[in-house]
């Protein structure tokens, strides 16, 4: 028996991992299942041919560079893959680690909605037959889940979620640069995490996944204390990923945090768009079925 499998047999590491699968079917049987059998697949199709354009077709098809050269209006016509392949990387750095000095109000820290939001995607998926594979990481990919199809698969998927975090820093370049390099074929990649490291490498890494051809999502977790600057009094903020401190009057910083915080989520938002990456604020204080319905009623639209 492994050091692995002796953790996991452990009576509190399967009380965890069964709370984990618990929220995932509780979110997924109770709103998510009667959502459009494919949510993920927006852009997962194959160009299969062309056609000649008759009334009623949707001019979203015409091919107009056809057009262009022929003058007679063709429309294209495709090819949705069999199996979805869905990939989900979940953001396992010291910063998701934060919950608010009274405990998160909706009972999830960053990383455990993180993880709930990862897992009730995987069974979803499983569910309507796709592929699904899994990937932690911070600094580096600390577990890897390769993609299955079988319903049981999603145990493998929840394992890799609660396997012990080391609180380390976030480097997302590399990191998506090899899964970019690793991935076997184009599919869905959905990123999960806080967004809270180097933009420039982000979105870096983002680009060269669509370069080979991903079709990729972005859920962007962050806690309502980040969002609002709830705090009051004397408060000193410790850094998760620095070791660095700041003792304040909070009031005093308020204005200035928040309109920082609009700048940052103003860029994220523009750079998402122009890696032509689906994205979705998380706010943990919202109802994890709530934030799914929201981002896969969206996909589910553009699959139509």
Sequence with gaps: MTRASRRYLRP??????????????????????GLHKSPFKGQS??????????????????????????????????????????????????????????????????YDCAATIAASLAWLALSHGDAVGCAIFDDQ?????????KRSHLTGVVEALEAPRGGRTTAFLPVLRSLAETLPRRGMVIVV???????????????????????????HVMDDDELDFPFQGPTRFEGL?????????????????LAALEEFLAEVRQRSAAA????????????????????????ARMAV
């Design 45 to 110: 199709v194959e160009f299969l041919q062309h056609r000649e354009y008759v009334r009623g077709d949707d001019p979203r098809r015409v091919d107009w560079k056809v057009w262009g050269r022929q003058d007679r209006l063709y429309v294209k016509e495709y090819e949705e893959e069999t199996n979805l392949r869905l990939t989900l990387l979940v953001d396992a750095s010291a910063s998701m680690d934060y919950v608010p000095a009274g405990g998160p109000r909706t009972g999830l820290g960053k």
């Design 276 to 299: 032509r990456c689906d994205y979705a604020l998380v706010r943990t204080g919202e109802p994890v079925d709530a934030a799914l319905v929201k981002f896969l009623a969206r996909r």
């Design 241 to 257: 990923e620095l070791p660095e401190h700041l003792a304040c009057n909070p009031r005093a910083l308020r204005a200035g945090y």
């Design 193 to 219: 995490s806080d967004l809270l490291g180097d933009r420039d490498g982000i979105f870096r890494g983002l680009r060269s996944l669509r370069q080979h051809g991903h079709d990729i999502a972005l859920l």
């Design 141 to 149: 990919v600390r577990a890897a889940v390769p993609a299955r199809t």
């Design 12 to 33: 509190e590491a399967i009380a965890r991992i069964a709370r984990l699968e618990l929220r995932a079917h509780a979110v997924v049987e109770g709103v998510l299942a």
